[in-house]
């Protein structure tokens, strides 16, 4: 990668040279910073140019770059000097100023001079590749001990941890049980946070709060030198409190002992940085670091995760723009009124501060009056603190402590949100302390703007660990009051938090205000989402949105790299509401704009840097009558058959059976699919027996939390109710989990959340014969694909994180008696429109699959398919639609029994491998232009045609869907990855050879028929 970074280098210079006629300094002065800059991202690190540092004299040095650890703490830097100059002489005048030399480049565009640890280490000449390669290895390979230190002592962290908290924890369980002074301290305390946090926090709470406390009372301590932050802030006095009841003295030092090494180096990198912005930026570092290894369910949960301060940047720089323009105030004026319900770290505020700093009169009173900030969590809100209060000193050169700083939970605090709340109580009347009064404060202000970044996850990533996102009685009421109520999705997902946020700020906003947040992108075009865009639409006046992409499901805008590096989309919203609104019927304005399509990271933070909210491109769009703002689908599309609906499948009078097919369903929903799949009967057995037994152990000792198997919801269930499962073999039926990979997969009550109606498809122990057409759930925004099996499928066949919906050629009662799926009404169409008698129910199976995979259809109705269920035209040759559609039929669901595609196999010997007494390195890997196949360090397939990489289910070919599930992956569930971890590629490669001949095979001809139907006229 280093070469090919130089040779840019290089490129770029010939480039410049011949458009400028020649290289001067400044044109390799650029270049050279791209080749810094390039090099330093490849690496994990940071370009920042003219970041100051204080010297050892005690003086401000800037030098031209430096490059950053995320730490924040320096690698190195950059001095470039004019050609002209003796680098030499300007090399020993920069050390008299104090420039840093423990790792330094100088240079003047003809030589390159690398000082570490005070000494030349090596020079080179700039346009002498070799040397300048070496020169900036040895730069790039620098290690600072502080870093390296300290990156071992966050490894040793996370050992030694789970020790020092059990150690806290018994101690703290000592002063319940045998300290009076604590417990009735601790009983207040939470008395306390139940007011004004949220009425859910429990006594386990106030225990993780006073240990968290506890653990990061050092690391404040030293990065800003202001220790006493720790002790004087409101909410630390009461933990302090307690903690001085029980936790003191040689118990204290012998407790957290273990973890010196991890204070220690936090203490020397801290000590390195002296850039406030930088000082804020390392604690936001150590911030995220703690929390994830300390609590990842609660990172989860939280979204622990901060905002690029160019987006910060520009988000405060829209809502001035938006307030000035629409109410004629700025905002820093007197009584515009700004709230960050969820500050984590506090960056929103810091930056706000920062804007006002040119104001430092008005700056005191907003600082004093109206900036808010809430926060739920106690680590994030004493960084917030800490940050905001060094920022206005900073600012200002004056400290004031912050007194607008609220720890709350937003979403429960409604006492401000007027008639929708239903009640207009006093949460907080029997307490009076400061945080108390702080929020009581907020409260009866009205609020101009509220700007911030709230949590972004909507679920927690594993289920069964008491880690969901929480219920919030008053703010979920007025979801479904409006979100819900307008949306005509068949599922929906309203509760995800940002849009919780969303609803609290649209309630708690003034009748003139603008409401700015970043946020998932997905209400943008989610089908879920047409209510939420609908009500928006109607509440506000004036929308714009700002698409940063980064979806790693999208197309398009939505596609590219995530700001946030979470592979979720992104938006920035301003919302702006006027007064005359909430009287007028008409639809917001809507405003539109985003970088250039499949920008990467650093590309779309920067063009966020460089350009203004007011200067930006903005495209007014309109909302259709669906609730649709981008992509609106083809209108006539809404002329052709339903394939299936809601109101068919439910039986609901009035339908009269209008639609091709009857039911439908989703596949099978496991929630646990490591425990119930295999590749062999005998590997699913083990594991189920396994499961029950620790299952049994559950319900006698009625928990909910278990180290060794995953639980649900619906288990949770299972075991309160007591209920009881005896392993049986009878359960296990195979299940095409993926396209043409078929796995056994033990189908029993107690193992599969939700089976959906599929017994109704396979009967009620699945033997039944059966065949379904199976596509892509459009609310997934996934891919669409179409396949089809003679078996159940999973959920996630079309792919994981998409649902699959299935429509059966027959149905089963509950008798076991076959009745047609399809509908008569739907016979009656087709027979009008071909002929009485010219078509049967077979026929008409046949003819939606085949209509399905018709190349014409799905690119004219693309943006439909992620919508809707696809709806069937009446072509005019119904005979050839049918035979292509029943031969598509006999391949895919036949395809282990086509002939194999002659491929071509080579193998060659692993002497390596063998001679160690290995099987080959597993590869799995298709090469599309090279027709090749390499399944592992011995053997590669081929003469693979082209078309058989045409033939794509979704963003995959078929091969690839092969190769995919016969890779050697690590579990993720640690009892099936310590216990059960016994698949080999190396056993099943014959199989997985003798299936990818079969594949080929039916790719080319399922290519061979969509190439057909493309040329047919329609």
Same mark, same amino acid.
């Given at each position: 990668? /280093?070469?090919i970074?130089?040779?840019?280098?290089?490129?770029?210079?010939?480039t410049?040279?011949?458009?400028?006629?020649s290289?001067?300094?400044?044109?390799?002065?650029?270049?050279?910073?791209?080749?810094?800059k390039?090099?330093?991202?490849?690496?994990?690190?940071?370009?920042a140019?003219e970041?100051?540092?204080?010297?050892a004299?005690?003086?401000?040095?800037?030098?031209d770059?430096?490059i950053l650890?995320?730490l924040?703490?320096?690698l190195?830097?950059w001095?470039?000097?004019d050609?002209?100059?003796?680098?030499?002489?300007e090399?020993?005048?920069k050390r008299?100023?104090? @420039?840093?030399?423990?790792?330094?480049?100088?240079?003047?565009?003809h030589?390159?001079?690398?000082?570490?640890?005070?000494?030349?280490?090596?020079?080179a000449?700039?346009?002498?590749?070799k040397?300048?390669?070496?020169?900036?290895s040895?730069f790039?390979?620098y290690?600072?001990?502080?870093?390296a230190d300290?990156?071992?002592?966050?490894a040793?962290?996370?050992?030694d941890?789970?020790?020092?908290?059990?150690?806290?924890r018994e101690?703290i369980?000592?002063?319940?049980?045998?300290?009076?002074?604590?417990?009735?301290a601790?009983?207040?305390?939470?008395?306390?946070?139940?007011?004004?946090i949220n009425p859910a926090v429990?006594?386990t709470?106030?225990r993780?709060?006073?240990i968290?406390?506890?653990?990061?009372?050092?690391?404040?301590a030293?990065?800003?030198?202001?220790?006493d932050?720790h002790r004087?802030?409101?909410i630390?006095?009461a933990? @302090?409190g307690?903690?001085?009841?029980?936790?003191?003295?040689?118990?204290k030092?012998?407790?957290?002992?273990?973890m010196?090494?991890?204070?220690?180096?936090?203490?020397?990198n801290a000590a390195?940085i002296t850039?406030?912005a930088?000082?804020q930026?390392?604690l936001k570092v150590?911030y995220e &670091?703690f929390?994830?290894?300390?609590?990842?369910k609660?990172?989860?949960?939280?979204?622990?995760?901060?905002?690029?301060?160019?987006?910060?940047?520009?988000?405060?720089e829209?809502?001035?723009?938006?307030?000035?323009?629409?109410?004629g105030?700025s905002?820093i004026?007197k009584?515009v009124q700004?709230l960050?319900p969820a500050t984590?770290?506090?960056t929103?505020?810091?930056?706000?501060i920062? @804007?006002?700093?040119?104001?430092?009169d008005?700056?005191h009173r907003? @600082?004093?009056?109206?900036l808010?900030?809430?926060?739920?969590?106690?680590?994030?809100?004493y960084?917030?603190n800490l &940050?905001?209060?060094?920022?206005y000193?900073a600012?200002?050169g004056?400290?004031?402590?912050?007194?607008?700083?609220?720890?709350v939970d937003?979403?429960d605090n409604v006492?401000?949100?007027?008639?929708?709340?239903g009640?207009?109580?006093?949460?907080f009347a029997?307490?009076?302390?400061?945080?108390?009064?702080?929020?009581?404060?907020?409260?009866?202000?009205t609020?101009?703007v509220?700007i911030g970044?709230?949590?972004y996850?909507?679920?927690?990533?594993r289920?069964g660990e008491? &880690?969901?996102?929480?219920?919030y009685?008053?703010?979920d009421?007025?979801i479904?009051?409006?979100?819900?109520k307008? /949306?005509?999705?068949?599922k929906?997902?309203?509760?995800?938090?940002f849009?919780?946020?969303?609803?609290w700020s649209?309630?708690?906003?003034?009748?003139?205000?603008?409401?700015?947040?970043?946020?998932?992108?997905k209400?943008?075009?989610g089908?879920?989402?047409d209510?939420?865009?609908k #009500?928006?639409?109607?509440e506000f006046?004036d929308?714009?949105?700002? *698409?940063?992409g980064g979806?790693?499901?999208?197309e398009?805008?939505?596609?590219?790299?995530?700001?946030?590096?979470i592979?979720?989309?992104?938006?920035?919203?301003?919302l702006?509401k006027?007064?005359?609104?909430s009287k007028?019927?008409s639809?917001?304005?809507?405003?539109?704009a985003?970088?250039p399509i499949?920008?990467r990271?650093?590309?779309k933070?920067?063009w966020?840097?460089?350009?203004?909210?007011t200067?930006?491109?903005?495209v007014?769009?309109?909302?259709?009558a669906?609730?649709?703002?981008?992509?609106h689908?083809d209108e006539?599309?809404?002329d052709?058959?339903?394939?299936?609906?809601?109101?068919?499948k439910?039986?609901?009078?009035?339908s009269?059976g209008?639609?091709?097919?009857?039911?439908?369903?989703l596949g099978i /929903?496991?929630?646990?699919?490591?425990?119930v799949y295999?590749?062999?009967? *005998?590997?699913?057995?083990s594991?189920?027996?396994e499961?029950i037994?620790e299952?049994?152990?559950?319900?006698?000792?009625e928990?909910?939390?278990?180290?060794?198997?995953?639980?649900?919801?619906t288990?949770?269930r299972?075991i309160?109710?007591?209920?009881s499962?005896n392993?049986?073999?009878?359960y296990i039926?195979n299940?095409n989990?993926?396209?043409?990979?078929?796995?056994?997969?033990?189908?029993?009550?107690?193992?599969?959340?939700?089976?959906s109606?599929?017994?109704?498809?396979?009967?009620?122990?699945y033997?039944?014969?059966?065949?379904i057409?199976v596509?892509?759930?459009?609310?997934?925004?996934?891919?669409w694909?179409?396949?089809?099996?003679?078996?159940?499928?999973?959920l996630?066949?079309?792919?994981?994180g998409a649902?699959?919906v299935?429509?059966?050629?027959y149905f089963?009662?509950?008798?076991g008696?076959?009745?047609?799926?399809?509908t008569d009404?739907g016979?009656?169409?087709?027979?009008?429109k071909y002929?009485?008698?010219?078509v049967?129910k077979?026929d008409?199976?046949a003819?939606?699959?085949? #209509?399905?995979? *018709?190349?014409?259809?799905?690119?004219?109705?693309a943006?439909?398919?992620?919508r809707?269920?696809p709806?069937?035209?009446?072509y005019?040759d119904?005979a050839?639609?049918r035979d292509?559609?029943?031969?598509l039929?006999?391949?895919?669901?036949g395809?282990?029994g086509v002939?194999?595609?002659?491929?071509?196999?080579?193998?060659?010997?692993d002497t390596?491998?063998r001679?160690?007494?290995?099987h080959?390195?597993?590869k799995?890997?298709?090469d599309?232009?090279n027709g090749m196949?390499t399944?592992d360090?011995?053997? #590669?397939l081929?003469?693979?045609?082209?078309?058989?990489f045409d033939y794509?289910l979704?963003?995959?070919?078929?091969?690839?869907w092969?190769?995919d599930?016969y890779?050697?992956?690590?579990p993720?569930d640690?009892?099936?990855?310590?216990k059960?971890?016994?698949?080999?590629?190396?056993?099943y490669?014959?199989?997985?050879?003798?299936?990818l001949?079969?594949?080929?095979t039916?790719?080319?001809?399922?290519?061979a028929?969509t190439?057909?139907?493309r040329?047919?006229?329609?």
């Open positions: 990668m /280093s070469q970074l130089i040779q840019q280098f290089l490129n770029e210079l010939t410049l040279k011949k458009v400028s006629g290289l001067s300094e400044s044109v390799i002065r650029e270049a050279f910073k791209d080749l810094l390039g090099w330093a991202k490849q690496s994990g690190l940071v370009f140019p970041l100051r540092k204080e010297s004299q005690k003086t401000a040095v800037i030098p770059g430096t650890h995320d924040r703490v320096p190195g830097y001095e470039s000097k050609t002209q100059d003796d680098l030499d002489e090399i020993r005048k008299l100023k104090g @420039y840093p030399t423990d790792n330094i480049i100088f240079e003047n565009s030589t390159a001079v690398l000082i570490q640890n005070g000494n030349e280490v090596m020079r000449q700039m346009l002498d590749t040397e300048l390669n070496r020169l900036l040895l790039f390979a290690e600072r001990k502080e870093i300290f990156r071992r002592a966050v040793q962290f996370k050992s941890l789970p020790a020092v908290l059990e150690a806290l101690r369980d000592d002063a319940y049980a045998g300290n009076a002074a604590f417990k009735t601790a009983e207040a305390f939470l008395a306390q946070a139940k007011a004004t429990t006594e709470d106030v993780e709060m006073l968290q406390h506890i653990l990061t009372e050092e690391i404040f030293h990065v800003f030198n202001e220790g932050f004087e802030n409101n630390a006095q933990l @302090y307690l903690e001085a009841k029980f936790f003191t003295g040689a118990v030092r012998e407790t957290l002992k273990a010196e090494a991890y204070y220690s180096a936090i203490r020397a390195m850039s406030h930088e000082k930026t390392f150590i &670091n929390y994830k290894v300390y609590n990842p609660a990172a989860d949960r939280l979204g622990v995760v901060y905002t690029p301060n160019e987006i910060v940047r520009f988000m405060i829209g809502a001035d723009w938006l307030t000035q323009k629409h109410f105030r905002l004026d009584d700004i960050d984590g770290t506090g929103f505020i810091c930056e706000l920062d @804007y006002f700093k040119g104001q430092p008005k700056l907003k @600082y004093k009056e109206e808010h900030a809430n926060e739920v969590a106690i680590l994030p809100y960084v917030a &940050n905001i209060e060094a920022t000193a600012a200002t004056q400290f004031a402590e912050y007194p607008n700083l609220c720890f937003t979403l006492a401000a949100l007027g008639l929708h709340s009640h207009q109580h006093d949460m029997a307490l009076s302390d400061e945080n108390i009064a702080r929020v009581k404060r907020q409260n009866q202000k609020i101009s509220i970044n709230p949590p996850n909507a679920n927690q990533k289920s008491n &880690n969901k996102n929480r219920k009685q008053d703010v009421r007025r479904k009051e409006t979100y819900l307008f /949306s005509s999705a068949q929906t997902k309203l509760y995800d938090p849009v919780k946020f969303f609803r649209s309630d708690r906003s003034d009748k003139s205000s603008v409401i700015a947040f970043v946020t998932n992108r209400f943008l075009d089908k879920n989402f209510g939420f865009r #009500v928006v639409a109607s006046s929308i714009f949105i700002v *698409d940063l979806d790693y499901k999208g398009g805008v939505a596609a590219g790299e995530s700001v946030f590096d592979g979720t989309g992104v938006a920035i919203s301003f702006v006027k007064d005359h609104k007028a019927k639809s917001a304005k809507l405003y539109y985003h970088p499949g920008a990271k650093e590309d933070l920067a966020l840097a460089s350009n203004s909210p200067g930006i491109r903005w007014q769009i309109e909302q259709d669906e609730g649709y703002w981008l992509n689908p006539q599309f809404v052709e058959l339903f394939i299936g609906s809601k109101d068919v439910s039986g609901i009078a009035g009269k209008r639609a091709i097919f009857r039911k439908f369903s /929903s496991t929630n646990r699919d490591d425990w295999g590749k062999r009967s *005998d590997e699913v057995e594991k189920v027996k499961f037994s299952f049994e152990k559950l319900k006698i000792s928990s909910k939390l278990s180290e060794k198997i995953k639980l649900s919801e288990m949770d299972k309160k109710s007591r209920y499962e392993y049986n073999d009878n039926v299940v989990y993926r396209p043409f990979v078929s796995l056994k997969l033990y189908l029993s009550p107690l193992m599969i959340d939700r089976p109606i599929n017994p109704q498809f396979f009967g009620e122990k033997r039944k014969d059966n065949k057409i596509f892509t759930d459009p609310t997934a925004q996934k891919p694909l179409v396949g089809c099996s003679k078996r159940p499928v999973d996630h066949f079309v792919g994981s649902g699959s299935c429509f059966a050629r089963f009662n509950s008798e008696e076959r009745i047609d799926n399809i009404w016979l009656k169409t087709f027979e009008a002929g009485k008698g010219q049967s077979d008409i199976f003819y939606c699959y085949g #209509v399905l995979h *018709d190349p014409v259809y799905r690119e004219t109705y943006q439909n398919l992620k809707d269920f709806r069937v035209p009446l005019d119904f050839r639609w292509w559609g029943q031969a039929l006999d391949l895919h669901i395809y282990e002939e194999p595609f002659g491929l071509t196999r080579v193998d060659t010997p390596r491998a001679a160690a007494g290995l080959p390195t597993p799995l890997k298709s599309a232009q196949i399944l360090s011995e053997t #590669v081929t003469g693979v045609p082209s078309e058989a794509r979704g963003n995959r070919s078929a091969i690839d092969v190769l599930q890779k050697e992956k690590t993720k640690k009892t099936i990855r310590e059960f971890n016994t698949y080999r590629f190396a056993d490669k014959e199989t997985v050879i003798d299936l001949q079969r594949v080929t039916v790719s080319v001809k399922t290519v028929i190439e057909a139907m040329a047919v006229k329609r």
